[in-house]
């Protein structure tokens, strides 16, 4: 599966910004898509997934109530809408997918994009 994280860039605190990623060549149904982060110094952190199969989200603590995830499945391509934005979500967002994404949280990543810098700055 090949990914294609896109459309970070520059926004103020408090603005918000929506993150794409194009997706193809999947060979299984048994791949969901998700997004983690990456800020300067730190570790990945998981952020949230989508089902390809039912639609069905979860969210960690970090992303939940600001961020918005969402599957067009016909497109292949997945966004995280981020709103109300600060500057500790600066980071580098990862598109991946993995197996299975439920209520019961984000399973095992398999395939990473290359990331798509976001800045949070005045």
């Known amino acids: 599966v090949q990914l294609q994280a896109s459309g970070g860039g520059l926004v103020q605190p408090g603005g918000s910004l929506r993150v794409s990623c194009a997706a193809s060549g999947f060979t299984s149904e048994h791949e969901d898509i998700g997004w983690f982060r990456q800020a300067p110094g730190e570790e990945r952190k998981a952020l949230s997934c989508i089902s390809r199969r039912d639609g069905s989200t979860y969210y960690t603590d970090s992303a939940k109530g600001r961020f918005t995830i969402s599957l067009n499945n016909a497109k292949n391509i997945a966004y995280l809408q981020m709103n109300s934005l600060k500057p500790e979500d600066t980071a580098v967002y990862y598109c991946?997918?993995?197996?299975?994404?439920?209520?019961?949280?984000?399973?095992?990543?398999?395939?990473w994009g290359q990331g798509t810098l976001v800045t949070v700055s005045s």
């Open positions: 991946v997918t993995l197996w299975p994404c439920g209520v019961n949280g984000m399973g095992s990543t398999d395939n």
